[in-house]
């Protein structure tokens, strides 16, 4: 995802009066680092379907928000922010504190690992990846994506979610299957509706896949601060 165009003055109104309501805001607060599905949303704002579909009609008819189907069950959507439709109008609040990041996709074969990887450059606070399903390795036009953009890969071969997870990681799904189907945990999660780079099988679908995980790394970086371990989490 590249940054959009200048707005207009009259895109910027536009911007402004959809954010001029309290429930409008909240849903563009909760979806400053992260992409939910109408349900969630309407969950944590506390307001019936009906009504969350008319405040989301408004900000995506002023270009705040998108609706994306899953990848993984197609009857599902997701909503997720415009990139750069809010740079300069208002300033996002702050997401978690965490120890450590866990990037998790099915495979832990391309996207979590590049997520891992890109996240090392923006960020001091330490990450891992891990997959549901780990596959056999590391998928190699992964690696030479991320050769390409600067950064190196140095997972040696997919983990299990269930070897990686600690008590106190937050974690960050970037695959549809893993946030609808991963059972509930008590880590904080955070979810990124990133398309398969290894369904094309192209060479120009992993470079797509490193710019859009580089914005969202980008993006997420600054609203996670530090948070030392416990003893009792480290054990």
């Not at 429930?23 to 563009?28: G, H, Q, S």
């Not at 390795?137 to 950064?151: C, L």
Request: glycine share 4%; with cysteine; aromatic share 2%.
């Amino acid at each position: 995802m590249g940054k959009q165009p200048s707005a207009t003055r009259e895109d910027r109104a536009r911007i402004f009066a959809a954010l001029g309501d309290p429930t409008r805001l909240a849903v563009v607060e909760l979806l400053a680092v992260q992409d939910l599905s109408p349900d969630a949303l309407a969950a944590s704002l506390e307001i019936p379907a009906n009504l969350l579909a008319h405040h989301l009609n408004v900000l995506q008819e002023a270009g705040v928000i998108r609706r994306v189907h899953s990848k993984n069950d197609r009857r599902r959507t997701y909503v997720q922010s415009v990139p750069g439709a809010l740079e300069g109008p208002i300033d996002m609040p702050g997401a978690f504190k965490a120890s450590r990041v866990v990037f998790v996709c099915t495979h832990n074969s391309a996207r979590s690992v590049l997520a891992e990887a890109l996240w090392r450059e923006a960020s001091d606070i330490p990450s891992a990846s891990a997959g549901t399903s780990p596959a056999d390795r590391i998928n190699p036009r992964a690696v030479k994506a991320a050769r390409k953009a600067g950064v190196t890969v140095t997972a040696p071969r997919p983990r299990s979610i269930d070897d990686v997870l600690r008590p106190d990681d937050v974690i960050v799904s970037v695959c549809d299957a893993v946030n609808e189907e991963l059972p509930d945990l008590a880590h904080p999660r955070i979810h990124w509706s990133i398309p398969d780079p290894a369904s094309v099988g192209t060479d120009a679908a992993f470079t797509a896949t490193v710019v859009e995980l580089r914005d969202r790394v980008s993006n997420l970086a600054p609203r996670i601060s530090l948070r030392t371990r416990s003893r009792k989490a480290s054990a």
